[in-house]
């Protein structure tokens, strides 16, 4: 699967320019931080299959997510979002109405 730049996105987490692992690319992430409706923190960010995985999804393969931490893990929820949430990768980094990004976008 393929990171996409999540509408109404808040941080871009920038891939470590380190990263040595070709055998993990990264790429940058687009992520939107938000409370949830009960005050929870989240940060979401949007994933498109390619026409191959959707055929795996299509006959019942499983999505199996990797989390390279060395850090405890959060607990998280997986979902489908809608093509709403996605923009087109042709977008200039900002978010829409010319909002600037939070100087520190860098994670």
């Known amino acids: 699967m393929k990171p996409a730049k999540i509408g109404g996105f808040t941080n871009i987490m920038k891939r470590p320019a380190n990263w040595r692992h070709t055998n993990?690319?990264?790429e940058?992430?687009?992520?939107?931080a938000v409370r949830s409706g009960d005050g929870v923190p989240t940060v979401t960010s949007a994933w498109l299959p390619s026409k191959e995985e959707l055929e795996q999804?299509?006959?019942g393969c499983p999505v199996l997510v990797s989390i390279i931490t060395t850090q405890p893990?959060?607990?998280?929820a997986i979902h489908?979002?809608?093509v709403v949430d996605v923009l087109p990768t042709n977008i200039a980094p900002g978010l829409?109405?010319?909002v600037k990004l939070p100087k520190n976008?860098?994670?």
């Open 24 to 26: 993990v690319p990264i």
């Open 28 to 32: 940058d992430l687009y992520v939107r």
């Open 57 to 59: 999804l299509n006959n």
């Open 73 to 76: 893990l959060h607990p998280m």
């Open 80 to 82: 489908v979002g809608s």
């Open 96 to 98: 829409p109405g010319g």
């Open 105 to 107: 976008t860098e994670h």
